[in-house]
């Protein structure tokens, strides 16, 4: 082993002693503070060590990528979280974001299990999903483990007797009382409100207003009941009935092993459908040339420190990953949204600028009038310099010394903003909003183009900002 790597290994086992022994991510970073690999562990010190041990052989015991990910390793930091789930979660949500070479599982679309309880619905419905309603109903989760999850609904069902089928019933409806309920009325694990055998307000107040405060409890009554059931079946040498007592409190107990909608955003389980929202776009912003490709571009900034421009691509109404891009503020000293657009704006579309990237076909802004004023100008600016760039090409008698793509420096491209709170769109040309109504497709779409480009530069920003973790990407 070569003198350096051995001080590579040595600094890195001394960083490892100082690890906690909590729940928590880790990091693998190579040259350059990239990072090579997020992982998750119930003790990180012990599970960091792991990789580093002399006498483990790597290539045998986990495999030659391992081995070749570790060789690369220059230093290891680590975020410490309050569960075991929030790892989990915290995990799959970075690694959707970084997207690590050597992480192949989480980075994909697939998302992590909701409990959905359709609360607009004359008579709620409780499902397990992972493409919740995007309005009118009750979230909770995202849940680590579908299958849990699946078992413990049978258990709860059996107790507050919701329904879980999706047949559409109306309170309205006289015809119900004719109707035949399921089976599953007949065992008692459902009410049968498609059957008129409940009124819609006592199914409301006692099914599913019971069943939300149990979620939102600490269940500790139907615990104790279930222990002390447990007990006495173990004492009357009823094994059998003892073990589906404790396989009932494990379900229960692993209702705490999920997130909350708010803090653990999944923003691919919310996603629109894209096709008529792409056509609504395109009508909007009247082009001749379909949308196809989407960026979006938002600004964090806490407190003047560390300013982070974020860029995320959608293609066909659906987020791109591996065409996201952050930035470091480099040129801004001060707290100044307009020029901080303005600068991931030149940075960015510099090389579309010379014909080496394509040109997408919308840039959405994050902000109001003033944050698309800046991105205009900054756009106007770039092409400003490079036609007398051209100019001073063509006066030299030499047109095939001209940069490449000047020729064609104008693109078909759209500019638009899109402020929070009343959604407002702004387009170049008007100082007044477009205002959509709030379920027209091509809203949505930006809406979610908009949100994800927040929560890419927010999420990363605020989570690692401390850590002095940012990629030097752009």
């Given at each position: 082993m070569m003198a350096n790597d051995e001080d590579r290994l040595h600094a890195i086992r001394r960083r490892i002693r100082d690890l906690?022994?909590?729940?928590?991510?880790?990091?693998?970073?190579?040259?350059?503070e990239k990072v090579l690999y997020i992982g998750k562990a119930k003790n990180l010190r012990s599970r960091v060590a792991s990789?580093?041990?002399?006498?483990a052989d790597l290539a045998a015991s986990r495999g030659p990528k391992i081995a070749e990910m570790v060789a690369k390793v220059e230093a290891v930091?680590?975020?410490?979280?309050?569960?075991?789930?929030?790892?989990?979660?915290?995990?799959?949500?970075?690694i959707k974001d970084i997207r690590p070479p050597y992480n192949t599982d989480l980075v994909d679309d697939k998302t992590f299990p909701y409990l959905e309880i359709t609360t607009s619905d004359d008579f709620p419905g409780v499902y397990i999903t992972r493409k919740p309603r995007p309005k009118g109903s009750r979230l909770f989760g995202p849940f680590t483990g579908a299958r849990d999850l699946r078992q413990v609904i049978v258990v709860l069902q059996k107790i507050f007797r919701f329904r879980t089928c999706n047949l559409k019933i109306s309170d309205a409806d006289e015809k119900r009382r004719f109707f035949r309920p399921c089976i599953l009325f007949s065992i008692k694990q459902c009410t049968a409100p498609c059957a008129a055998r409940i009124e819609k307000s006592e199914y409301r107040k006692t099914v599913i207003g019971d069943l939300v405060?149990?979620?939102?409890?600490?269940?500790?009554?139907?615990?104790r009941q279930l222990r002390k059931q447990m007990a006495d079946a173990s004492a009357a040498l009823r094994y059998e009935k003892a073990a589906i007592c404790r396989?009932?409190?494990?379900?229960?107990e692993n209702l705490d092993r999920r997130g909350t909608p708010d803090e653990?955003?999944?923003?691919?389980?919310?996603?629109?459908d894209p096709a008529e929202a792409l056509l609504q776009l395109r009508e909007l912003l009247g082009r001749t040339n379909p949308v196809r490709i989407i960026e979006g571009i938002d600004i964090a900034c806490i407190g003047g420190a560390e300013a982070v421009g974020s860029l995320v691509k959608f293609i066909d109404g659906r987020p791109f990953k591996s065409g996201y891009r952050r930035f470091r503020i480099k040129t801004v000293k001060r707290i100044d949204d307009y020029a901080m657009i303005a600068e991931v704006v030149r940075r960015r579309y510099k090389y579309a600028l010379r014909g080496e990237e394509l040109w997408p076909d919308l840039v959405l802004i994050d902000g109001g009038l003033g944050h698309l004023h800046a991105a205009q100008a900054a756009f106007n600016d770039m092409i400003a310099d490079n036609?007398?760039?051209?100019?001073?090409?063509?006066?030299?008698d030499k047109p095939q010394?001209?940069?490449?793509?000047?020729?064609?420096?104008?693109p078909n491209l759209s500019i638009a903003s899109i402020a929070k709170k009343q959604e407002d769109i702004f387009l170049p040309g008007s100082s007044k909003p477009l205002k959509l109504p709030a379920n027209a497709p091509a809203r949505k779409l930006l809406q979610y183009v908009r949100d994800e480009a927040h929560r890419f530069a927010q999420h990363y920003h605020h989570i690692l900002r401390d850590k002095k973790m940012l990629s030097k990407k752009g």
């Amino acid at each position: 082993m070569m003198a350096n790597d051995e001080d590579r290994l040595h600094a890195i086992r001394r960083r490892i002693r100082d690890l906690p022994t909590t729940p928590g991510l880790y990091f693998f970073k190579g040259h350059a503070e990239k990072v090579l690999y997020i992982g998750k562990a119930k003790n990180l010190r012990s599970r960091v060590a792991s990789y580093f041990q002399q006498a483990a052989d790597l290539a045998a015991s986990r495999g030659p990528k391992i081995a070749e990910m570790v060789a690369k390793v220059e230093a290891v930091d680590f975020i410490e979280t309050k569960s075991e789930v929030d790892a989990v979660l915290q995990e799959a949500r970075l690694i959707k974001d970084i997207r690590p070479p050597y992480n192949t599982d989480l980075v994909d679309d697939k998302t992590f299990p909701y409990l959905e309880i359709t609360t607009s619905d004359d008579f709620p419905g409780v499902y397990i999903t992972r493409k919740p309603r995007p309005k009118g109903s009750r979230l909770f989760g995202p849940f680590t483990g579908a299958r849990d999850l699946r078992q413990v609904i049978v258990v709860l069902q059996k107790i507050f007797r919701f329904r879980t089928c999706n047949l559409k019933i109306s309170d309205a409806d006289e015809k119900r009382r004719f109707f035949r309920p399921c089976i599953l009325f007949s065992i008692k694990q459902c009410t049968a409100p498609c059957a008129a055998r409940i009124e819609k307000s006592e199914y409301r107040k006692t099914v599913i207003g019971d069943l939300v405060k149990f979620l939102r409890s600490k269940r500790s009554t139907i615990l104790r009941q279930l222990r002390k059931q447990m007990a006495d079946a173990s004492a009357a040498l009823r094994y059998e009935k003892a073990a589906i007592c404790r396989d009932r409190i494990r379900l229960i107990e692993n209702l705490d092993r999920r997130g909350t909608p708010d803090e653990h955003v999944q923003p691919e389980a919310f996603a629109v459908d894209p096709a008529e929202a792409l056509l609504q776009l395109r009508e909007l912003l009247g082009r001749t040339n379909p949308v196809r490709i989407i960026e979006g571009i938002d600004i964090a900034c806490i407190g003047g420190a560390e300013a982070v421009g974020s860029l995320v691509k959608f293609i066909d109404g659906r987020p791109f990953k591996s065409g996201y891009r952050r930035f470091r503020i480099k040129t801004v000293k001060r707290i100044d949204d307009y020029a901080m657009i303005a600068e991931v704006v030149r940075r960015r579309y510099k090389y579309a600028l010379r014909g080496e990237e394509l040109w997408p076909d919308l840039v959405l802004i994050d902000g109001g009038l003033g944050h698309l004023h800046a991105a205009q100008a900054a756009f106007n600016d770039m092409i400003a310099d490079n036609l007398l760039t051209q100019k001073a090409a063509a006066s030299t008698d030499k047109p095939q010394n001209a940069p490449t793509g000047l020729r064609n420096a104008l693109p078909n491209l759209s500019i638009a903003s899109i402020a929070k709170k009343q959604e407002d769109i702004f387009l170049p040309g008007s100082s007044k909003p477009l205002k959509l109504p709030a379920n027209a497709p091509a809203r949505k779409l930006l809406q979610y183009v908009r949100d994800e480009a927040h929560r890419f530069a927010q999420h990363y920003h605020h989570i690692l900002r401390d850590k002095k973790m940012l990629s030097k990407k752009g």
